[in-house]
């Protein structure tokens, strides 16, 4: 029987991962984090200080891959788990660049497709329903207002000591929403066939119901 897959695209900040879990979770699906594969691969090229057309060749010997430790997923470099280490303001701006860099996007590509083909996946990103998976069964555009992303990010970074203020944070999301539409290569839009949720108003439970909902709707799920 066909697998079914599931695209979740939207800006940053607007849940796509926390979300794209808890449904994956109630439907018994394999969650794949497209995003946390980008910033693997931002953390590997900065840590390494790869120059732009050295990318191609670093990258093929940098083994990034996603695994499962006590039944929760995480991203490899390597042997070295960088779960913890990939979700740094910095990195999040690292691999918003990086990502639009071609040799990046075609290292990543054949992985993401490859655990589609194999399992009932729900795959969050920026281009999954456009370019990653163009025949996904359901196609999800995620979004929320700019201020209301940015203060859900602003209250996560609040419990750290070096939290910049709320409206750094917003000028960072702002940046990097200009970034991600205007790049060159899979900028960020919404699939034509793509459901429209906003989850401004939304608590995090109701965007997951909301999303169950139209893939009951439009498969075989149940």
Do not use: H, W
């Amino acid at each position: 029987m066909k697998n079914i897959n599931i695209a979740i695209d939207g800006p940053a900040g607007a849940g796509k991962s926390t979300i794209a879990k808890m449904v994956s979770a109630k439907l018994g699906f394999i969650y794949v984090d497209t995003g946390a594969l980008y910033r693997a691969a931002a953390l590997f090229i900065t840590e390494n200080n790869v120059a732009d057309e050295d990318i191609e060749k670093a990258l093929a010997g940098a083994d990034i891959s996603l695994g499962f430790v006590d039944g929760v997923q995480k991203v490899f470099i390597g042997d070295r788990d960088v779960s913890g280490l990939i979700r740094t303001p910095e990195i999040s701006m690292a691999a918003s660049r990086t990502s639009a860099i071609p040799a990046v996007r075609a290292y990543l590509f054949d992985t993401q497709q490859k655990i589609a083909a194999e399992n009932n996946v729900i795959m969050d990103g920026r281009d999954i329903g456009t370019v990653v998976l163009p025949n996904a069964d359901v196609k999800i555009f995620l979004t929320a207002s700019a201020e209301e992303r940015a203060n859900r990010r602003f209250k996560e970074l609040s419990e750290k000591p070096d939290c910049p203020c709320y409206e750094e944070v917003l000028s960072d999301i702002i940046e990097r929403d200009k970034n991600d539409m205007e790049r060159p290569v899979s900028p960020l839009r919404r699939a034509e066939d793509a459901v429209l949720v906003d989850s401004t108003t939304l608590t995090l439970e109701e965007s997951a119901d909301a999303i169950i909902s139209i893939i009951r709707e439009k498969t075989d799920v149940q």
